[in-house]
């Protein structure tokens, strides 16, 4: 158990629509990534935030949006939800980032896999 | 920007044989790497990471990898595997304040 959760583990809903995935990083941790699997993309970055600030994107579609609160848990919202919008999506936190040349463990949750029919 | 490349999508091995797993990168600077191991519905564990120092890193599980600047790459290695490390095996740099992933490769071990 890494100390990371997401809600839910499984999500299924029809195309159109909007999802909200949510993340509690561990305790302590400031950072927060978040990251898509699928069958053709593999796994990728999708976006970062460090202390409710935005850190660093990745190949983060515009239908999509995250944030992260003040008490450090996250969400990821996705809207207009296509059936290739179907994966898994992890959420990893660290304790911290100082820049690009320092480096922090990620620690990942077990996921929430998103059907999308 | 960074890439990984793992040649072996498949790869399938009896119980007791020795392992390696290829990966190979693209960076223009020193790389951070790392490999990580996805099991069935989990998420994903670090196995091991190099950021300098000793090319030959240990890492959990008895995995070790051995990183190459020469040949960009830093294959992972196991001396006897066991049926426990079926899974899927990650490689991955950092660069740029993000984890860049490889495709995995699956591994399978028979008995």
């Known amino acids: 158990d890494s100390g990371v959760t997401q809600t839910p583990k499984h999500l299924i809903t029809a195309t159109g629509q909007r999802v909200t995935l949510r993340c509690s990083p561990r305790?302590?941790?400031?950072?927060v990534y978040w990251y898509q699997q699928s069958l053709d993309q593999g796994l990728q970055f999708l976006i970062q935030?460090?202390?409710?600030?935005?850190?660093a994107k990745g190949n983060i579609l515009e239908r999509f949006s995250a944030q992260q609160f003040p008490d450090l848990h996250s969400e990821l919202n996705l809207s207009s939800l296509e059936l290739g919008d179907s994966a898994l999506y992890f959420c990893?936190?660290?304790?911290?980032?100082?820049?690009?040349?320092?480096?922090?463990?990620?620690?990942f949750g077990p996921g929430t896999r998103l059907t999308v029919l | 920007a960074q890439s990984v490349t793992q040649p072996d999508i498949h790869i399938t091995v009896s119980e007791g044989a020795s392992l390696e797993l290829r990966c190979n990168y693209s960076?223009?600077?020193?790389?951070?790497l790392f490999w990580y191991v996805q099991s069935p519905g989990q998420g994903l564990q670090l196995l091991l990471k190099y950021f300098s120092g000793d090319t030959l890193v240990q890492g959990i599980k008895g995995f070790e990898a051995e990183f190459k600047r020469s040949q960009s790459s830093f294959n992972l290695r196991k001396p006897s595997v066991h049926w426990s490390d079926a899974a899927e095996y990650f490689c991955a740099v950092y660069a740029g304040n993000m984890l860049t992933f490889g495709g995995g490769t699956r591994l399978m071990v028979k008995p």
């Open positions: 935030y460090y202390n409710g600030e935005e850190r």
């Open positions: 305790s302590g941790d400031l950072s």
């Open positions: 960076y223009g600077a020193t790389p951070y």
């Open positions: 990893a936190s660290s304790v911290l980032t100082s820049g690009s040349l320092s480096y922090n463990e990620q620690f």
